[in-house]
């Protein structure tokens, strides 16, 4: 069965401070996905990291994506409330199998 | 361009009753994806369909089915519920499938009493 740990599971910072939350697997994946979901709502897709030791930057937040294709991080610098949330990785596995391999998440709580 | 839609966005049943949830992906969109989300379980896959073809398929019970109109809208069925089906269900929607990620309606709330 392939697997995606998200680690850390639970997260409570305050504003300002700098996260790191991380996406490992021993399966490699063909692309890997950030999403973030907010209490009641459907998750939001952050970015797709497709080639291996990718980076990309959306405002404050910086994914990662390892050189074999097994991981990712996402990296927030200095948080603000409105990061709070439900931060989901989802991998597409290499070859013809269509199924998203889903962390069970990391809840952030960024502290006023 | 409007997001994916689900309807409806609550849903209170009883056991042994059945429920049908509707989602109409974005426009252009041929791929809809369903999942159900619990606290313990994370988003766990049920069902994908393309052009009305069931594509891939989760490990969930017959009790769940789905299908897809012509116009890429798609229905999921739950009959015989039981309490543990309680949860969130979520619908999304692509192009071609999930490789480079997929956007997600609300979700339907689903209480099973």
């Known amino acids: 069965t392939q697997l995606l740990e998200q680690s850390p599971q639970f997260l409570s910072i305050q504003e300002g401070e700098n996260l790191t939350v991380y996406c490992n697997s021993s399966?490699?994946?063909?692309?890997l996905q950030w999403y973030r979901q907010e209490p009641g709502e459907g998750p939001v897709l952050l970015v797709t990291?497709?080639?291996g030791g990718e980076v990309k930057k959306l405002k404050r937040l910086t994914f990662q994506f390892g050189d074999a294709r097994k991981d990712s991080s996402l990296h927030i610098t200095a948080a603000q409330p409105g990061d709070t949330g439900l931060y989901l990785c989802?991998?597409?596995?290499?070859?013809?199998?269509?199924?998203?391999?889903w962390g069970l998440g990391t809840s952030l709580a960024v502290n006023p | 361009k409007a997001g994916v839609t689900q309807t409806p966005r609550y849903l209170i049943k009883t056991r042994g009753q059945q429920v049908t949830l509707s989602c109409s992906p974005i426009?252009?969109?041929?791929?809809v994806s369903w999942y159900q989300q619990t606290p313990g379980q994370g988003l766990q896959f049920l069902f994908e369909?393309?052009?009305?073809?069931?594509?891939n398929k989760g490990n969930f019970p017959g009790r769940f089915s789905g299908r897809q109109f012509s116009n890429s809208r798609s229905e999921m069925n739950v009959s015989t519920l039981e309490l543990g089906d309680s949860a969130l269900y979520l619908c999304?929607?692509?192009?071609?499938?999930?490789?480079?990620?997929?956007?997600f309606g609300s979700g339907t709330r689903l209480t099973v009493v």
């Open positions: 999304a929607s692509s192009a071609t499938g999930s490789d480079y990620g997929y956007t």
């Open positions: 426009s252009g969109h041929r791929s």
């Open positions: 369909y393309f052009s009305e073809t069931q594509r």
């Open positions: 399966s490699v994946f063909s692309s």
């Open positions: 990291v497709v080639t």
């Open positions: 989802a991998g597409a596995p290499a070859g013809n199998n269509r199924k998203l391999i």
